[in-house]
């Protein structure tokens, strides 16, 4: 019986290695912030305790005609522009596109207190001709897209995002998979995207991203472009590839939350979907973070992240080729309901020989 017991216990020890790889010391040297950041030194905040704003955006007015105020970039120098909003909720979606570097600060007491908010999804019909959002218009289709469903998209670099919440709320009326718009499902058309980075050096620090499925995309705008984005002391949530992209993105001393309650009973959620370049060496950085997920998930019933195969269609992956996602979790705490690694979005298997998705010196809560 001992003996059963000793090598049922190695069987699991070497199914977890296979489906949840750990780095070795050596390996992870190269997976940190300052390997991530490389010759960039994060600018200090902007402080309204240090300096006026430049604009204060009131509830009732709009957040982008402010964003609408500040010079083209290049044409003031490298100075910052400063936008302080008020508490309160501001619906509708939110452009930054070829900005002179900028700040928008919510409220320092409280996150939550600040909310820019909109409700458009992937699925969502849209005409022709009607632009699905400011900065990505999709004109010629008839449905918003991914892309298009986003609350906020910033396409500008040296941009800091300071204590507000950005949030899609499209899909929280949906519960235990009823209650989706029309022709949108488990299967298709429920991604509702709270944040799009494209620029390169934007800072994130002690805000809230809310969605379910696509929260947050760490993209870049071109695949010569760097695309390097920091967040710091927030909170980001979803349910589904809720943090996914090509960028180099590292989230650090911030809350992971996985959402229950949206998909079918016995759907698991999956937290990062990076779709790495393959000759690009780094991709998502998780560290000194908390993974945590809402009550009523099933122990190991969420996957620790997938590789999104951007643009491959099942059975066709070709290794350095085709996408090949990177993601190291590291010196963070990581709850029960997250299980291992799984199969990519082409649906090749997870396989630690060929994938790029590791651990390294993480613990239970």
């Known amino acids: ?33 300052a390997a991530y950041l490389g010759d960039w030194q994060p600018a200090p905040l902007a402080d309204l305790a240090t300096a006026a704003p430049d604009f204060v955006v009131k509830p009732g007015e709009s957040v982008q005609a402010a964003i609408d105020r500040v010079p083209a970039e290049g044409k003031d120098g490298a100075r910052r522009w400063v936008i302080q909003i008020q508490p309160g909720t501001y619906r509708g979606p939110v452009c930054i596109k070829d900005k002179a570097p900028i700040a928008l600060i919510g409220s320092a007491l409280d996150a939550s207190a600040v909310v820019l908010v909109d409700n458009r999804f992937s699925g969502k019909p849209k005409g022709e001709n009607e632009p699905a959002h400011p900065c990505w218009p999709e004109l010629g289709k008839t449905s918003v897209g991914t892309s298009g469903s986003t609350t906020m998209l910033v396409q500008s670099n040296d941009v800091q995002l300071i204590s507000l919440t950005i949030a899609n709320d499209a899909m929280d009326g949906v519960r235990r998979g009823e209650a989706y718009p029309p022709g949108v499902g488990e299967s298709g058309g429920a991604q509702a995207v709270a944040l799009t980075l494209m620029g390169d050096r934007i800072q994130l620090d002690n805000a809230r991203l809310l969605s379910h499925q696509d929260t947050l995309y760490a993209k870049r705008a071109a695949p010569d472009k760097p695309a390097r984005q920091l967040i710091r002391h927030s909170l980001v949530a979803g349910d589904v590839d809720f943090i996914f992209g090509n960028a180099v993105l590292v989230i650090e001393h911030s809350t992971i939350l996985t959402r229950a309650n949206r998909r079918k009973p016995g759907h698991g959620g999956i937290i990062l979907a990076p779709s790495t370049a393959p000759d690009v060496a780094q991709g998502f950085l998780v560290t000194h973070s908390r993974l945590v997920g809402e009550p009523g998930i099933a122990p190991g019933a969420t996957a620790l ?18 996408p090949n996602g990177v993601a190291v979790v590291r010196d963070s705490e990581i709850g029960a309901h997250v299980g291992p690694w799984a199969a990519s979005t082409s649906r090749r298997p997870f396989d630690a020989a060929h994938n790029r998705l590791s651990e390294f010196n993480n613990n239970r809560p």
């Open 1 to 33: 019986m001992k003996l059963a017991l000793a090598s049922l216990l190695l069987v699991a020890s070497v199914s977890q290695a296979q489906t949840r790889p750990q780095l070795t010391p050596q390996q992870a040297a190269a997976h940190t912030t």
């Open 305 to 322: 992240g997938r590789a999104w195969d951007a643009g491959v269609k099942a059975g066709t992956w070709q290794a350095g080729a085709s």
